[in-house]
């Protein structure tokens, strides 16, 4: 079983930079295939970020790096716009993803961290 716990978010104004982080347990972080995805209110869940891919709403302004040693992932978020509010989750499985924008192919999911960017 894989347990994923995400912090970092809160409220920002815009034009200010967030880091979110997602602490990873169980088996060998370093097998994960992780990703992030968010969920602004009334909307559908849309991917964020994973490998080497991003949505283009945040090419260029959001970088997704983890750290094998301290088992856990992250989201550096600059930039931010209000358009960026979201409840953000990160995401794992442990099969090699097709597609990692998909988030049908991830297994597990943290609880999600609020990210309030004002105008």
């Known amino acids: 079983q894989v347990q994923l716990v995400e912090s970092g978010g809160g409220l920002v104004q815009a034009g200010d930079s967030l880091r979110l982080s997602c602490a990873a347990s169980?088996?060998?972080?370093?097998?994960?295939?992780m990703g992030w995805f968010r969920q602004a209110p009334g909307k559908e869940r849309e991917f964020v970020a994973a490998g080497k891919f991003y949505a283009d709403s945040v090419q260029g302004r959001f970088t997704i790096s983890r750290d094998n040693a301290d088992n856990t992932l992250y989201l550096q978020m600059n930039n931010l716009k209000p358009e960026d509010t979201a409840v953000y989750y990160c995401?794992?499985?442990?099969?090699?993803?097709?597609?990692?924008?998909?988030?049908?192919?991830?297994?597990?999911w943290g609880q999600g961290t609020q990210v309030t960017v004002s105008s």
């Open positions: 995401a794992a499985t442990l099969s090699p993803y097709t597609d990692p924008r998909n988030g049908l192919e991830y297994d597990y």
């Open positions: 169980g088996r060998t972080f370093s097998s994960y295939a």
